[in-house]
Structure formats: structure tokens, C-alpha cells
């Protein structure tokens, strides 16, 4: 009798003939998964469409998949629901491939970059708060949702090329909004991934050729009469210390995955923030007095973050309860054990950090929010992948620290200047897609601060 037979297998949900558990998770993904791990456990088994999926969810397990055992995953077929987004681009790639293109990407994040990347938030964020001067004065509410996605597709644009013209931005802004949209929403599709010739997908398919056409151009135009020094894609052009230079294909893929992932995620965290801030007012006047009080009206600066505790702790609060990037997957390439139980080559892992950041064993009283759980002392006390909005391992996101970076700026900046409010009657929710962003809008009402 073959020692397979005697495998342990992990509890979890029954599902349906040939879907499996897929019509409960699409109705609901965070409630259903937040339900699994309570019910049965931090290993939890089900069968999802023809995958069988396990959800991981102590921080020990997270720490197994994405750095003591790393290689001993890929991110695999779970990648390719992306793939039209991302290209062959850092975010999916695995192996020596990912190795060799790590490498190449780096430079373009060294701290060096980072001067450049603030005078181009500080310059997009004032942009934003003089457009929303008029607004305040007639009492308009905006959508904090589209407020800081727009803001944060500018500031990536810019960083990726440098000085784009408005239309340009706008368009690219455009394509960006399209292309996303229609992932965010086939990924839960009941159809998958079949390609259906609709509306829908020739806009799509019109929206992908825009990008793309505008980044080839770009590093076309980059490779004739080299960038002024401070891009992203000038940084990717020059010429490495050893080993191939990015081709015109990688940089293509590269910039695309930049521009996607540079603005989906932040501009989610930022929307949340400021969703957090009406419901806890005692944590917007005290962020408001630090920014104001150490400030004083001025723009932050890069030299000014690190005083700026209290706003930190609330940007890694927000993130521990709404991380954007709520569900990551993993494949091992070989069978693998973990808390007794056997997980086959070519099953699917999946690690949720707004599951593990509500973890009961770490957090007390989860659901509730405390910026100060962040303070050195707290934070040190806790294990180390009880908290991973970025990832972590080899493949911790490489561009965390500009994310990061590009909050604390965008926050402390508006805070000084206004104050949002929500509209009372309209009900904010998560949606579970590409990201974890609040829906359907965020409506505020903008009351000019006297420093305004």
C-alpha cells in the first residue's frame, strides 16, 4: 500500500461537483475565507474550481512559504490571471529568471532615487489640494477613491518618465482605469478566463494597446536622447554594473507592471485612510496636530518623515486592516510539509495577509483600530510575518519603501491643509479584486484647515 495513502489531510469546506468551493468564495471572498480559517483552522484545504487550494494563515506558515522555504515555491499558473497587466515583469517571473531581473530592477529603487520621487509627490499632491480649494468653498463632496487614484496615477507616470504633459497623463490615466476595471472584475468571473468577444473586452484590448504603445514610446524615444537623470525609466536605462541590460521587451513589461501596481495599491491605502480617519476622530486630531505642529504649513520633506511618528503608525494600521494587497499565491514545485499535513507539487497556497492581520493568537481585538500597535516596542514583540502588507522574503515588494514614502507625504500634506468628512447615508464596503479597496466611492466633504 503506497505511503500516500496515510497522508493527513488538512480540514476544510466541501464544495460542489467540478466547481468546488468557487460560487461561495466569488460571492463573498473575504467573508468566505476569514470563515475558514476560523472554522478549520490555520491549514485549511478546499477545492477551488480543478485547484486544490490551501489557505495558510499563522504568521509561522507565512514565514515557511515566503522566506525559509522560498524557492521552494513559484508564483506559477495562479500568475497568469495577471499576466495581460504584468507582462513577464518581476511581479510574475520565477526561478533565475526572476533572480537575474531583481537584479536589474534594484538600482532603480536604491535610496538615491528617493529625493527625486518626493519632489514629485510634493508637486502632484499641491496640484490636487489647489483643485480642491474651489470644491471646499461651494461644499461639493468628492470621492476620496477617485481623488487618490487620479493622484497617485500622476505621481507614478511621472516618476516612471519624468515631465509628461497633462493630456498625456490623462490619457494614459484613461487606459490605466480601463485595463484594471476589467481584470478587477473577471477575477471572480464565473466565465474565467475565456476570451468573449464584447464591448467590454475590445475596450480592453484598446486599453492594453494605449499602454503599451505609450511605453514603447517612451523607451524608444529614452534610447535616442537619453532622460534627464531622476526617472524610473532613466534609472532602468543606465547601464549596469555587470551581467545584460534590460531589453526593450523586459523594460516594456517592467513599466506597465510599475505603472499598474505603483498606483492601484497605494491609491486603495490612501482611500482607506481617509475612510478611517471619519470614523476615529480622536486619531485625525492627533495626526492633524503632528503634522501641523511639526510643520507648521510647510510640505513635508523626506528629512521630516522620520518625526512624523504618529502618522506612520496610522498608514501601518490602515494597511494591517485593509492591505491592498489582500490575497498572494504560491505553487511548490515539490511536496512540501507543513504543521503535519501534506501539501502536494502543483496545489495552490494561498497567503492572505487580511486574514493573518487578524490573526487571534497575535492581534487583540483585531477589528478595531490602534495606530499605536506600531509603536518599536509593540511592533518588536510580535512575530515577524503577524504583518506583511508588502510581502516579504526574496521577493518583498521592491518598491515598498517608495509606497510607504509616497503616503506619509500624500497624508501629511492633505491633513495640514484640509479635513474630510464623510456623507453620512452612504455605506463603504471592501471589494475583494485586484486590490482591497473600499466600494463603491468614498464620498467626503472638504473643510479647508486654517493653514489652507
Not at 522555504?69 to 490571471?81: D, F, M, Q
Not at 503616503?407 to 485586484?434: E, F, H, N, S
Request: contains cysteine; positive net charge.
Amino acid at each position: 500500500m503506497s505511503v500516500s495513502r496515510f497522508r493527513r489531510a488538512a480540514p476544510g469546506p466541501t464544495g460542489y461537483p467540478l466547481v468546488g468551493v468557487f460560487p461561495r468564495a466569488r460571492r463573498d471572498p473575504l467573508g468566505f475565507f476569514v470563515e475558514c480559517a476560523r472554522r478549520h483552522g490555520d491549514v485549511t484545504s478546499m477545492r477551488l474550481g480543478r485547484h486544490r487550494v490551501y489557505l495558510l494563515s499563522h504568521p509561522d506558515h507565512v514565514r515557511h512559504v515566503l522566506q525559509d522555504n522560498a524557492r521552494a515555491y513559484a508564483k506559477g499558473p495562479p500568475a497568469t490571471r495577471v499576466r495581460a497587466l504584468f507582462g513577464d515583469s518581476l511581479t510574475v517571473v520565477d526561478g533565475d529568471r526572476w533572480r537575474e531581473r531583481r537584479r536589474q530592477m534594484q538600482p532603480a529603487f536604491r535610496p538615491g532615487q528617493h529625493a527625486q520621487f518626493v519632489s514629485l509627490v510634493t508637486v502632484a499632491t499641491g496640484e490636487m489640494l489647489e483643485r480642491w480649494r474651489p470644491l471646499a468653498d461651494r461644499g461639493e463632496p468628492v470621492d476620496a477613491v477617485t481623488e487618490m487614484r487620479r493622484l497617485t496615477q500622476t505621481i507614478i507616470i511621472r516618476a516612471c518618465f519624468g515631465d509628461v504633459a497633462a493630456a498625456e497623463v490623462e490619457a494614459l490615466s484613461h487606459a490605466l482605469d480601463v485595463a484594471v476595471s476589467h481584470v478587477d472584475r473577471r477575477l471572480w468571473s464565473a466565465l474565467g478566463w475565456l476570451e468573449v468577444p464584447t464591448p467590454a473586452t475590445a475596450r480592453y484590448q484598446r486599453a492594453l494597446g494605449a499602454i503599451d504603445a505609450f511605453v514603447s514610446q517612451m523607451v524608444s524615444e529614452a534610447r535616442r536622447s537619453p532622460l534627464p537623470p531622476g526617472s524610473l525609466l532613466a534609472a532602468l536605462l543606465a547601464s549596469p554594473a555587470t551581467g545584460e541590460p534590460l531589453t526593450d521587451s523586459d523594460l516594456g513589461d517592467e513599466l506597465k507592471a510599475i505603472l499598474v501596481a505603483g498606483h492601484t495599491t497605494t491609491a486603495s491605502a490612501l482611500a482607506w485612510t481617509w475612510y478611517v480617519l471619519f470614523a476615529y476622530p480622536g486619531a485625525r486630531e492627533r495626526l492633524e496636530a503632528e503634522c501641523g505642529g511639526l510643520l507648521g504649513g510647510r510640505a513635508p520633506g523626506i528629512e521630516t518623515l522620520p518625526d512624523l511618528g504618529y502618522t506612520r503608525r496610522v498608514i501601518e494600521e490602515v494597511l494591517r486592516l485593509y492591505p491592498p494587497t489582500w490575497l498572494t499565491a504560491r505553487m511548490p514545485v515539490e511536496d512540501v510539509t507543513l504543521a503535519g499535513y501534506t501539501i502536494p507539487a502543483g496545489a495552490i497556497v494561498l497567503l492572505s495577509p487580511y486574514i493573518t492581520h487578524r490573526h487571534p493568537t497575535v492581534w487583540e481585538a483585531p477589528e478595531v483600530f490602534d495606530p499605536d500597535r506600531f509603536t518599536p516596542a509593540q511592533a518588536a514583540a510580535r512575530p515577524t510575518f503577524a504583518y506583511f502588507p508588502f510581502g516579504g522574503g526574496p521577493r518583498h515588494c521592491i518598491g515598498s519603501a517608495f509606497a510607504t514614502t509616497e503616503m506619509q507625504l500624500i497624508v501629511a500634506a492633505v491633513a495640514q491643509r484640509y479635513r474630510l468628512t464623510g456623507v453620512p447615508g452612504v455605506p463603504v464596503i471592501p471589494a475583494a479584486g485586484l486590490t482591497l479597496r473600499p466600494s463603491p466611492a468614498v464620498l467626503s466633504r472638504l473643510h479647508r484647515l486654517h493653514t489652507g
